[in-house]
């Protein structure tokens, strides 16, 4: 039985080795189509300001509408709303709010507050009247290399522009008072 010789059975299907060197290039490429969609922080600056001019119009309109004030406060990461409680004080408002607090994404961040083209002193906040705002008012959004001015009048209108003082020294104040036109 010697010179017999023995039918080996070869099963279909893939090696061990075959799935691994698959699954590793499919990882690859799902990266690399993570890092090309996913958007920049200077993308993500421009969202959060359009998110906070946006918020601070529909405050202002709440405001008006209901004939109480409500204030933003920037934070460390963010910024949130408050209103009045019924005993007067200062609260946030809720969780479950469009005005609750916010966190800026990754690196964005609010670099500069400015009223009446005075620096917004630490844990102060900007009260939105039923008539407007107290003064003008602008913040500056930054990420990335991209910087974002949001500047509101004394009337209400809220604007976003690309921020022409980007890489300057944002503690001072800007050189003169920019009153943004209503």
Do not use: C, K, N
Not at 69 to 86: L, Q, V
Not at 129 to 150: D, K, L, N
Request: glycine content about 12%; aromatic content about 8%; hydrophobic content about 45%.
């Amino acid at each position: 039985m010697r010179g017999t010789p023995v039918a080996r059975t070869r099963y279909a299907g893939f090696t061990l080795v075959e799935l691994l060197i698959a699954l590793s290039i499919v990882g690859v490429l799902s990266a690399m189509l993570v890092i090309i969609v996913a958007p920049g922080d200077g993308a993500s600056a421009r969202t959060e300001a359009r998110r906070l001019a946006a918020l601070l119009e529909l405050a202002l309109a709440e405001a008006r509408a209901g004939g109480q004030s409500i204030a933003w406060a920037p934070e460390r990461g963010g910024y949130s709303f408050w209103r009045r409680a019924d005993d007067g004080e200062w609260v946030r408002f809720p969780e479950g709010s469009v005005y609750r607090r916010r966190s800026l994404p990754g690196a964005t961040e609010l670099r500069a507050v400015f009223t009446d083209a005075q620096a917004l002193p630490e844990g102060e906040r900007i009260v939105l009247t039923p008539y407007g705002f107290r003064g003008a008012f602008e913040a500056t959004m930054s990420g990335g290399s991209a910087s974002f001015a949001i500047r509101a009048g004394v009337l209400g209108r809220v604007s976003v522009q690309p921020d022409s003082h980007a890489g300057t020294d944002i503690r001072r104040p800007p050189a003169g008072p920019r009153v943004h036109p209503g």
